[in-house]
């Protein structure tokens, strides 16, 4: 089953979330007019998005459904510099609000999330020791 979804010219990177009650999220790279990220959401069959521009300009994103239901991005944040941050995604106001920054700068981004036993681990890549390196969090929520 494949299914084009309609999105805005100037996108890039993407993660699809489908939460608890079947509704579809998606985080959006944009990179053209503000730059500012978009959120997407969407019912089955899919075939219908709505579209949010966020409140700051992301790369690379990514996000999981915690237990209690709230929503956690890991993304590239640009300003006032360059960094990969987890953010919580408050998807009615369609903001992000920054709530760790990881350790990172320069050519950093794509973080994977798992969360295992209370512990969310997040890998992602950075050059801000100078060699671009993969490293690994973890993250007691």
């Known amino acids: 089953w494949i299914e084009k979804v309609d999105v805005p010219n100037g996108v890039g990177e993407d993660r699809i979330l489908f939460q608890k ?12 007019g503000t730059k500012q990220g978009l959120l997407g959401t969407s019912a089955a069959p899919y075939k219908e998005w709505s579209w949010t521009e966020l409140n700051l300009r992301i790369g690379g994103p990514n996000m999981i459904e915690l ?9 590239r944040l640009y300003a006032p510099k360059t960094r990969t941050s987890l953010a919580w995604l408050d998807v009615d106001a369609g903001t992000l609000t920054e709530c760790l920054t990881l350790p990172s700068g320069g050519d ?6 798992v969360l295992h036993n209370g512990i969310l681990w997040v890998s992602y890549y950075s050059s801000h020791e100078e060699k671009t390196c993969i490293y690994l969090a973890k993250v007691k929520l």
Request: proline share 7%.
């Open 108 to 113: 950093t981004s794509y973080p994977g999330m």
């Open 21 to 32: 009650d079947g509704t579809a999220l998606c985080l959006l790279r944009h990179e053209t």
């Open 67 to 75: 237990p209690d239901g709230r929503i956690l991005a890991a993304t």
